[in-house]
Nanobody, 117 residues
Framework: QVQLVESGGDMVQPGGSLRLSCAAS????????MGWYRQAPGKQRELVAA???????NYVDSVKGRFTISRDNAKNTVYLQMNSLKPEATAVYYC???????????WGQGTQVTVSS
């Protein structure tokens, strides 16, 4: 079955860095757009960053220049490098795999990121 397993969430001080990882199985990984979403308390889930099978990327404006999404198809893994973290980044971060042709959508269990002094 399809599994997306996130790791790397932690509590960090403002200005710190984290790298999130998402390991996928049960899909043809290279054919999927991979994304990172986050949901903070009281807010809607939002797309933070996405990377296509062609390795085009896009980011929500609030993280541009500080976050980097990447993928390693040989490892079936997508990463989110988060630098210069701000308290507003505090949220549960979810890995997403999307196949546009069939509109298949898969989600990981989430990993907590807390940015606090």
């Amino acid at each position: 079955q399809v599994q997306l397993v996130e790791s790397g969430g932690d509590m960090v001080q403002p200005g710190g860095s984290l790298r999130l990882s998402c390991a996928a199985s049960g899909i043809i990984f290279s054919a999927y757009r991979m994304g990172w979403y986050r949901q903070a308390p009281g807010k809607q889930r939002e797309l933070v960053a996405a990377i296509t099978s062609g390795k085009s990327t896009n980011y929500v404006d609030s993280v541009k220049g500080r976050f980097t999404i990447s993928r390693d198809n040989a490892k079936n893994t997508v990463y989110l490098q988060m630098n210069s973290l701000k308290p507003e980044a505090t949220a549960v971060y979810y890995c997403n795999a999307r196949y546009q042709i069939t509109r298949s959508d898969y989600w990981g269990q989430g990993t907590q990121v807390t940015v606090s002094s």
